[in-house]
C-alpha cells in the first residue's frame, strides 16, 4: 500500500515558476514508476510526465522543455518543476504510483498507476 501527498500547487502569474511535490509513504517507493497528470476544470484528466523507477523520464509534448519531473528515492519523493507557466496549465495536478505497466506508452495510461493523491491545484493567471 502507497498512500501519495502532494503539495507545492499555489496561484502564479503567467512565465512563473512551481515546483510541485509528491510525497510517498512505505518502503519499497523506488520500486514505483511515478506519474503526474492534470485535469482542467470541466475536462478529463491528462497525462503531463511520468518517471519510471529506472529513472527514465517521459513527457506530454506541450508541457516538453518547461517541466522537469525528478524522484529522490530516499526522501520518497517525486517533484514536478513548473517552469513558463501559461494560463493553459491551470489545472489541479495529481501524483500516482504504479507497478503494472499498461500497453507501449504506459506512462500515459492511468490504468498503469495503482495509488493515486488527492491533488493540488496549480492556477496561472494571464
Known amino acids: 500500500q502507497v498512500q501519495l501527498e502532494e503539495s507545492g500547487g499555489g496561484l502564479v502569474q503567467a512565465g512563473g515558476s512551481l515546483r510541485l511535490s509528491c510525497a510517498a509513504s512505505g518502503r519499497t517507493f523506488g520500486s514505483y514508476d511515478m506519474g503526474w497528470f492534470r485535469q482542467a476544470l470541466g475536462k478529463d484528466r491528462d497525462f503531463v510526465a511520468a518517471i519510471s523507477w529506472t529513472a527514465l523520464t517521459y513527457y506530454t509534448d506541450s508541457v516538453k522543455g518547461r517541466f522537469t519531473i525528478s524522484r529522490d528515492n530516499v526522501k520518497n519523493t517525486v517533484y514536478l518543476q513548473l517552469n513558463s507557466l501559461k494560463p493553459e496549465d491551470t489545472a489541479v495536478y495529481y501524483c500516482?504510483?504504479?507497478?503494472?505497466?499498461?500497453?507501449?506508452?504506459?506512462?500515459?495510461?492511468?490504468?498503469?498507476?495503482?495509488?493515486w493523491g488527492q491533488g493540488t491545484q496549480v492556477t496561472v493567471s494571464s
Open positions: 500516482a504510483a504504479g507497478q503494472t505497466r499498461r500497453g507501449s506508452r504506459w506512462y500515459e495510461n492511468e490504468r498503469s498507476y495503482n495509488y
